[in-house]
């Protein structure tokens, strides 16, 4: 079973690059086949997809969000990071780390963890 766990700093000034790291057990991050993601949700609003970094080290970002993104992993330590530049408030969400295939997409979860956007 695999299991994922997000963390980093709750508060991020605006300007300023939030920066996130999603910590991987019970799998590996080059299985092949598998594709790690970020993913967020607003306050009052639905889940919004980043991107990801695919078994292979290939990396997709949501065209909204490219310029700000960027996507990366450390295979020696299992984990994969996500970094968003320039921040607003309108970044202000939960934000989460999911894994899965394209046949059983983004089945595994962590628990999320709040990122606030503030001066």
């Known amino acids: 079973q695999v299991q994922l766990q997000e963390s980093g700093p709750g508060l991020v000034k605006p300007s300023q690059t939030l920066s996130l790291t999603c910590a991987v057990s019970g799998g590996s991050i080059t299985t092949n086949g598998y594709y790690w993601s970020w993913i967020r949700q607003p306050p009052g609003k639905g889940l919004e997809w980043i991107g990801y970094?695919?078994?292979?080290?290939?990396?997709y970002y949501s065209p909204s969000l490219k310029s700000r993104t960027s996507i990366s992993r450390d295979t020696s330590a299992n984990q994969f990071s996500l970094q968003l530049t320039s921040v607003t408030p309108e970044d202000t969400a939960v934000y989460y780390c999911?894994?899965?295939?394209?046949?059983?997409?983004?089945?595994?979860w962590g628990q999320g963890t709040q990122v606030t956007v503030s001066s």
């Open positions: 970094i695919a078994y292979d080290g290939i990396s």
């Open positions: 999911a894994s899965g295939t394209p046949v059983a997409c983004n089945i595994y």
